[in-house]
């Protein structure tokens, strides 16, 4: 892990203290000069099963930088006394850095999502960023993860974005990632949003910080899921009073 920046720690689960401008251009820095990086983007759902898995907790101990990906990051480092700067998604990051590649004919492998939706994503990358090299994809319904690690080596790209979902994303980029020195970034459900099948919050729901609760709208599904977050919030209380040791 780099050292370079402040870490600030929320529940367990080091954070790194930068904005969407630093991130990004530190990954252009970092490509530039063929260095290896591991992203992790975290939400508190991630903080929690991380809690309760030791051996997660350990593969997020090894990324170069961790983000706060989700406004209850951002508000339980503020109740801890160490805030963050800024919320850093995923989604976010990966637009900025597709528009990098694009810009600088960088080559990119995309992992992850339903095969429908992977041939999507492909098709809007083709179309969106025409200068981007496409180094090769897969979906991330496999049996054989070999198989794609033998892609990504021979290929060599300069970015690696996985979008199988937490843990299993980042379970596979600690195992591969010495196979190329790459950008190597797990991006959840972003697949899903960059080929429409998926819609992202429009702006106001973003700049009230209730994305959550629009994507329950569309996914009512997630509702147990979406119950992490009134636990988290009561586990950062317990941790600003004394009353949670770790």
Same mark, same amino acid.
């Given at each position: 892990?780099?050292?370079?920046?402040?870490?600030?720690?929320?529940?367990?689960?080091?954070?790194?203290?930068?904005?969407?401008?630093?991130?990004?251009?530190?990954?252009?820095?970092?490509?530039?000069?063929?260095?290896?990086?591991?992203?992790?983007?975290?939400?508190?759902? #991630?903080?929690?099963?991380?809690? *309760?898995? !030791?051996?997660?907790?350990?593969?997020?101990?090894?990324?170069? &930088?961790? %983000?706060? +990906?989700?406004?209850?990051?951002?508000?339980?480092?503020?109740?801890?006394?160490?805030?963050?700067?800024?919320?850093?998604?995923?989604?976010?990051?990966?637009?900025?850095?597709?528009?990098?590649?694009?810009?600088?004919?960088?080559?990119?492998?995309?992992?992850?999502?339903?095969?429908?939706?992977?041939?999507?994503? #492909?098709?809007?990358?083709?179309? *969106?960023? !025409?200068?981007?090299?496409?180094?090769?994809?897969?979906?991330? &319904?496999? %049996?054989? +993860?070999?198989?794609?690690?033998?892609?990504?080596?021979?290929?060599?790209?300069?970015?690696?974005?996985?979008?199988?979902?937490?843990?299993?994303?980042?379970?596979?980029?600690?195992?591969?990632?010495?196979?190329?020195?790459?950008?190597?970034?797990?991006?959840?459900?972003?697949?899903?949003?960059?080929?429409?099948?998926?819609?992202?919050?429009?702006?106001?729901?973003?700049?009230?910080?209730?994305?959550?609760?629009?994507?329950?709208?569309?996914?009512?599904?997630?509702?147990?899921?979406?119950?992490?977050?009134?636990?988290?919030?009561?586990?950062?209380?317990?941790?600003?009073?004394?009353?949670?040791?770790?």
């Amino acid at each position: 892990m780099l050292n370079k920046y402040e870490q600030v720690n929320v529940l367990g689960v080091d954070f790194t203290k930068i904005t969407n401008n630093e991130l990004l251009e530190q990954l252009k820095l970092d490509n530039q000069n063929h260095s290896n990086r591991f992203v992790i983007t975290a939400n508190p759902e #991630i903080v929690l099963y991380a809690r *309760d898995h !030791p051996e997660y907790l350990a593969v997020l101990k090894l990324a170069d &930088y961790t %983000t706060a +990906d989700g406004i209850g990051i951002i508000k339980g480092a503020k109740i801890l006394k160490t805030p963050l700067p800024e919320r850093v998604t995923g989604f976010d990051t990966l637009g900025s850095l597709l528009k990098f590649a694009n810009k600088e004919q960088k080559s990119v492998y995309f992992l992850g999502a339903k095969p429908e939706t992977i041939k999507k994503t #492909i098709n809007k990358i083709h179309h *969106d960023y !025409p200068t981007l090299k496409i180094a090769g994809y897969h979906d991330g &319904y496999f %049996t054989n +993860d070999q198989e794609i690690a033998t892609e990504i080596k021979d290929s060599q790209p300069d970015f690696v974005f996985v979008a199988l979902g937490f843990p299993k994303q980042e379970f596979f980029i600690a195992k591969y990632r010495q196979l190329t020195p790459a950008i190597w970034m797990g991006v959840g459900g972003s697949f899903d949003v960059l080929a429409g099948t998926v819609k992202r919050a429009p702006i106001f729901w973003q700049k009230h910080h209730i994305e959550w609760l629009y994507r329950l709208f569309q996914e009512p599904s997630r509702f147990w899921r979406m119950l992490a977050l009134p636990k988290y919030l009561i586990m950062i209380y317990l941790k600003k009073f004394g009353l949670l040791k770790t």
